[in-house]
């Protein structure tokens, strides 16, 4: 029988400091200056504009009262403002709370409210937001010419940024991260694909969650292309919009890339080095349909990790036929473990399900506004002492084999993944049950084939 090849979870983890995101960008602003860092339709910006503007966004910002701590939301859609709001809030050591201008006024409202933001950044073309009216609004401004000093550089502990889920009280749970930990993930990933400045890498996602860190720091810090897609995206359109922009390095759900494949002919002319599916369950069926419908579909990568741990946590490069039903998750990135435990918090046995625990000095430091659920999620190692010691406690169902390769299978609740989004449906309920005219409510998932 094969020897177990897992990590041993009482071990201590190793915490590498890296130098914040921004300033290793910013480096990079300086050695490619001509280079273009960002495009989106007709417009982009070269690295060296880039580098101006977030230095005196950054600047500004510190003017407004933006600081270590401080909590920034960013209002608006993806796009070149968008990016260079996100890396000046990053780079003033206040934190980045983005929020997308699609999200109804009353949930932007809440998620203000809920994240103790102190300033909004309103990008141009977003609508008005109702908050609080001590709070500083900043209208941003790609045009000014800001003279003031410029800030100091992020702490590796200073908090950066923080991103919403749903949360089964009706209310969204904020989580809060850290310099440290977006340097260690982008550094991951920047080893993982090999990312050089030949790629382009899209940038396709909601603004309001968290994948959209990968997709503008990690091409970036490496000299490549970030290539926004159009607002709204015509899923019509989106696989001739690969194809035209070069596209190297595609991140999407399984869902979203399904929809793409149903919507449009087979395509050939693709530039694909890296299709990266994340966000949901992936299956044998997506991959086959993926790889059917495009000429040049690239490696596949299959990533998982909740918001709480900073995005992936786990990868698995997929095969030329993987078997039937879902594909793994794969093994953990550096500086992390993962393990399945049963009720009793005892590792399970190979191929048994438990739930999955998650283990790294890179996660979030939790929630910064629901104190109950943090206790229930962020729970001191059941294997060591250490009081410090935190995992998260995922509420995946999940296997793994011999090798330490995961297998999701499900969750011990009833939360479900919608385009990539979690959604719990007792939110929903609590929503529907706040009109005059509704007593109760339940609400159930249906997840029809494909």
Known sequence: MTELSWPDPSAPIDEPQLPPVTVSILEQCERTPDTIAVEAGSESLTYRQLGSLVLGQAASLRGHGAGPGVRVAIVGHRGLDFVVALLAVLHSRAVAVPIDADLPPARRSVMISESGSKAVVELPGAPATPYP???????????MDVADPIPEPPEPDDPAFLFFTSGSTGTPKGALGTHAALSQYVTYQLQLLGVTPDDRMSLVRNVSFDPILREVCVPLSAGARVVIAPVPADPDSMLPWIRDRGITIL??????????????????????????????????????????????????????????????????????????????????????QVFVVDEHDRLCEPESPGEVLLRTPFATRGYVNAPEAQARAFVPNPFTSDPDDIVYRSGDIGTMDRNGRLMILGRIDDQVQILGVRVEPSEVAHHLTQHPAVQAASVLSDSPPG
């Open 251 to 336: 991140q999407a759900t399984p869902s979203h890339a399904s929809v793409w494949i149903s919507n449009s002919p087979e395509v050939e002319g693709l530039s694909l080095r890296w299709t990266v599916f994340s966000g949901e369950m992936l299956t044998a069926d997506h991959v086959a349909r993926w790889r059917a419908h495009l000429d040049q579909p690239g490696e596949i990568i299959n990533m998982y990790g909740p918001t709480e741990t900073v995005m992936t946590i786990t990868h698995e490069q997929v095969g030329a036929n993987p078997p039937p039903g879902p594909v793994s998750v794969g093994t953990p990135r550096p500086f992390a």
């Open 133 to 143: 009216q001590d709070l500083g609004a900043i209208r941003f401004d790609r045009t």
